[in-house]
């Protein structure tokens, strides 16, 4: 009585494997395609096209929502093309997805880490800058600057470690404004060179070359209160005067405190030896300066009197020998803290490491 089934029950197992053998060679099509994406969109990445990058992402994350891969590759690609929101959203969904491999999790969660660091306190009028106020190591006159990053990216395999150029608003909201006044700043008496003037002159050439405001030429810059710097900070009705008297949106004043001090002493130093030949080490009195800067920077606003940002930057610079000249220890403090002045009012961008699946 079963024996008309049979044929039927084999008829059914041969469609079934004529489908695996149909359906596994376009699985693995369908698999090749995305390496070949992945790869071509890393490319396209490491060479700063993070607008091909991302469609090539996208294209293969629509017909495949679950990839978690994908979905951390398009959420670095939101952090260069300066959308943090979102890429603090595809991250959370690449995390909670599985994973091709167990590394993957760790991978993405590394980069969701590095991101959320890097965007804490940035907003479109005020973005975080951690090196505020704090000093920066000292270096001799004449040292070679740190070795900037040489390599775009390195890593094997399926994924790649790339230095991602992440872009950062200015710090204020200038949409308002579209004239800015350097005015002079509070600073102690020293025969060592006439700070305020030397900083006032210094700053209008910064921002003439970054701010996207129409620098006014004051010459001499405007002399301010003798106040504390609380109190000037506070002194709306100056600052309102001040800016209706020479049309400024935004005003630039504060506090430079720029000071050289002896700095010579014993220190372990290398030297030849006369008998052998060798280097050695020895103690040796060695004459120095260091030179501090401390600027107490305050931007207001022209119309209002307000006080819109203050920040406070430190430096500081040892010179060998003594009698060293001021004005160039100066500039060389003051273009150190230039970067910091200039993001409060110019976009910038800021390299961080990411990882990228390539496969």
Do not use: C
């Not at 209008?204 to 810059?221: D, M």
């Amino acid at each position: 009585m079963h024996g008309p089934s049979r044929p039927r029950s084999r008829t059914r197992r041969g469609l079934l494997v004529a489908l695996v053998l149909l359906i596994s060679p376009a699985l693995s099509v369908a698999d090749s395609d995305r390496r070949e994406t992945l790869r071509f969109a890393a490319e396209m990445a490491a060479k700063g096209n993070w607008r091909e990058a991302r469609f090539r992402w996208e294209r293969a994350s629509a017909a495949d929502p679950g990839d978690a891969q994908l979905l951390n590759n398009l959420a670095v690609a939101a952090e260069a093309l300066g959308e943090p929101d979102r890429a603090r959203e595809l991250y959370a969904r690449a995390i909670s997805l599985p994973h091709r491999k167990e590394a993957d999790a760790e991978k993405i969660s590394e980069n969701a880490s590095r991101s959320a660091r890097f965007w804490k306190g940035v907003t479109p009028t005020e973005a975080a800058s951690p090196d505020n106020g704090a000093p920066v190591p000292t270096a001799a006159p004449g040292a070679a600057p740190a070795a900037a990053s040489e390599g775009k990216s390195r890593g094997g395999g399926d994924t790649m470690r790339l230095s991602v150029m992440l872009p950062l608003p200015a710090r204020l909201d200038l949409s308002n404004d579209k004239t800015l006044l350097v005015a002079s700043f509070l600073t102690r008496q020293t025969d060592l060179l006439d700070v305020g003037n030397e900083l006032a002159r210094f700053l209008r050439g910064e921002f003439r070359k970054k701010a996207p405001l129409q620098v006014l030429e004051v010459t001499p810059p405007p002399a301010i209160p003798e106040q504390t710097l609380d109190d000037l900070a506070a002194n709306r009705d100056f600052w309102q005067m001040l800016g209706r008297e020479h049309g400024a949106d935004l005003i630039v004043s504060g506090g430079i405190r720029f000071d050289r001090r002896d700095a010579s002493g014993f220190q372990e130093v290398e030297d030849i030896s006369p008998i052998t030949g060798q280097k050695i080490r020895t103690t040796r009195f060695v004459e120095q300066e260091q030179f501090t800067y401390e600027l107490d920077i305050l931007f207001l606003d022209g119309h209002t009197g307000a006080l819109r940002l203050r920040d406070r930057l430190s430096r500081g610079a040892v010179f060998r020998g003594q009698a060293n000249d001021p004005i160039t220890a100066f500039y060389q403090l003051s273009e150190a803290v230039a970067g910091d002045v200039l993001a409060v009012v110019a976009p910038r961008t800021r390299e961080e490491l990411r990882v990228l699946f390539r496969g």
